[in-house]
């Protein structure tokens, strides 16, 4: 054959993430309009927890605050398209900016403090949100929420599927302006921080505005789930951005595996696959069920699923490229 | 004036259930380095358990002890069965506690089903006292008093007896204190215990001034003792009394002339001191 083994490493490499994408695209051919329902929350939460991951995996702030930033984009997109009838291609924007400049400025309070008490400033920041939420009637519907918020107004009648698509498009655009990133020397300059920001200093990077621009960028992405959010929906509450919330996505991003990206979104997979069949037998014990994931994911997954999947993987594709992958990751 | 009066003594009242949940909070964080996030979920099962006891009695006191031992015993289970291989592991540690929160809600909605439990009232306490124009309930001066008790006794076993003088030894060097020979992991399990009583018992009697108990009490109560641990300072027992009166006040204060402002004062203590006094108003200086 004409393959190099160097191509035939790439695309053994490419071939999980090629039938992933596959698999997503072909959806509506093989799956029920629940489980697109069902794929399309799942693919906006993944670019949510690869926001968070972003920062918590690649950078090291404990965040908790990231459902907040999701829904201040969810709250500005839709008070602008209903109480001010803006068109999408006006809302969807600002309410991305709204979501980057929430975060500009909680981490601009925020980085004063490093780990636990980032923690917990940004916890406390997150819940101002939902205090603003809950409180600020005129605009917000307090806890009601604002509901029957419609499909984007951009000239397609959306349905179920074609929304899927719709998302399922922006979703893949993040994903892969987010892996650029984190593969630019942006994004190891990140690594670099989360391991020893003393020497990064030393050797001459201004370590705060990095962290203050990842974690705008951050915000950014988080926003656009947030946007994808409010329309597939249909409604927003307050506590879609509480603490409960941040630390749901935190999970999601442990299950999945810190600092690995994709794994955020396999995390929410697997958190809303469960989640889906739970209600379909035993809704009321939902809570139970999830507060038991968050407990086995800290005691046992800790590694995280996709990392450990991407080990066996690379075994399976001949031990020795595995090594030097295991030597350069 | 009266007005004043009133909304102060209340804050007050409030204020020392807030210090009943978060000096144990503070001394588990300033001890262990755990940040226990189910500590509001343990002021949620001392609640329900004392208050249905003290209905089944008639006795606010057996309902207190009763609420104090549950959460005390969920609290033992906590740390030995989990939180203890998890020593400091910060993360993980809020984590696993958070799954807890769900965990306890649910197994409550479970056991009592999904109505708010009012609070025991008992009938000695049930009057008021006027003062001006307007009254103010016994219980919540059985409240103040109390915290006017249990402050001061806390505050000795923390200053003046040798139990303390080990607790406060951890904080600043577990190290030195395992050269000098003293083992620190039954004193951790006991301030643990201490620490969740603390909080049922809280449960028990805050479940007045909080307006009856319900399934959500975990998340509420826990912001709120992060908050006041944050503004008085971790690990010291005037630090979370300072940190939760000023909470209490200011938030019934608030209450009574901007009620809309009411529910943005914990933040805005918090990220101010945070800011501008990162150890708290009392907190130990960072070693």
């Known amino acids: 054959m004409g393959l190099t083994k160097a191509t035939k490493g790439r695309l053994f490499r490419l071939a999980p993430s090629t039938v992933l994408i596959v698999l997503l695209a072909t959806a509506p051919a093989w799956a029920d309009i629940s489980i697109i329902s069902l794929l399309t929350k799942i693919i906006i939460f993944g670019v949510l927890a690869m926001s968070l991951d972003m920062v918590f995996g690649y950078l090291g702030l404990w965040s908790f605050c990231h459902a907040a930033l999701f829904s201040v984009a969810a709250y500005v997109d839709a008070i602008l398209i209903q109480h001010f009838g803006v068109s999408f291609w006006l809302a969807a924007p600002v309410s991305i900016l709204a979501a980057a400049a929430a975060a500009a400025l909680f981490a601009w309070i925020g980085l004063r403090m490093s780990g636990i008490y980032f923690l917990l400033i940004t916890l406390a920041l997150g819940q101002l949100v939902f205090s603003v939420a809950f409180v600020w009637r005129a605009f917000t519907g307090g806890s009601q929420g604002l509901s029957s918020i419609s499909y984007p107004n951009i000239g397609i009648e959306f349905s179920p599927v074609s929304f899927y698509y719709f998302t399922f498009v922006i979703v893949l655009v993040c994903a892969v302006i987010l892996h650029l990133l984190m593969k630019s020397p942006f994004g190891y300059s990140l690594r670099g921080i989360r391991e020893n920001e003393t020497r990064m200093i030393a050797i001459g990077f201004n370590t705060w505005m990095h962290k203050f621009i990842a974690f705008t960028i951050s915000g950014a992405f988080a926003g656009v789930a947030g946007v994808l959010y409010v329309h597939y929906n249909g409604i927003i509450i307050p506590s879609t951005g509480d603490m409960a919330s941040s630390g749901l996505i935190t999970i999601m991003v442990i299950i999945g595996g810190a600092g690995s990206l994709w794994g955020g979104m396999i995390g929410g997979a697997i958190i809303y696959i469960l989640s889906y069949f739970v209600s379909l037998f035993t809704p009321e014990r939902w809570p139970l069920i999830l507060g038991a994931c968050f407990v086995a994911a800290v005691m046992f997954f800790r590694g995280g699923v996709y990392p450990q999947l991407l080990r066996w993987w690379r075994l399976a594709s001949g031990a020795k490229s595995a090594l030097r992958e295991s030597r350069e990751g | ?287």
Request: aromatic share 12%; net charge neutral; hydrophobic share 60%.
């Open chain 2, 1 to 287: 004036m009266d007005v004043v009066i009133v909304s102060v003594l209340s804050g007050m009242s409030y204020g020392v259930v807030l210090f009943l949940v978060a000096a144990g909070l503070s001394f588990v964080l300033g001890l262990m380095g755990i940040v226990n996030v189910a500590h509001g979920a343990l002021v949620m099962t001392g609640a329900y358990a004392g208050i249905h006891v003290a209905k089944a009695t008639g006795s606010l006191i057996l309902g207190g002890l009763a609420g104090a031992l549950l959460a005390g015993l969920v609290g033992f289970l906590l740390e030995r069965a989990f939180l203890r291989n998890l020593y400091k592991f910060q993360l993980e540690q809020i984590l696993v506690t958070f799954g807890f929160i769900y965990i306890l809600a649910n197994i409550h909605l479970w056991v009592y089903g999904s109505w708010p439990l009012d609070a025991f009232v008992p009938s000695v306490l049930n009057g008021s006292v006027v003062i001006g124009r307007f009254s103010f309930s016994v219980f919540r001066l059985l409240i103040m008093g109390i915290g006017a008790v249990l402050c001061p006794v806390l505050w000795w076993i923390q200053d003046r007896t040798r139990i303390g003088a080990v607790i406060r030894a951890g904080m600043d060097d577990p190290d030195m204190l395992a050269v000098m020979g003293i083992n620190l992991r039954p004193v951790n399990i006991a301030v643990f215990f201490a620490a969740a009583s603390l909080a049922g018992f809280a449960g028990v009697i805050g479940a007045f001034p909080l307006g009856g108990v319900t399934l959500g009490l975990g998340q509420d109560m826990i912001f709120l003792a992060i908050a006041v641990v944050v503004v008085g300072g971790v690990g010291s027992i005037q630090g979370a009394f300072a940190g939760a009166l000023t909470m209490g006040v200011f938030s019934s204060v608030a209450g009574t002339y901007l009620p809309a402002a009411a529910i943005f004062v914990p933040y805005f203590l918090m990220v101010a001191i945070l800011i501008f006094r990162p150890q708290g108003l009392l907190g130990r200086s960072e070693a």
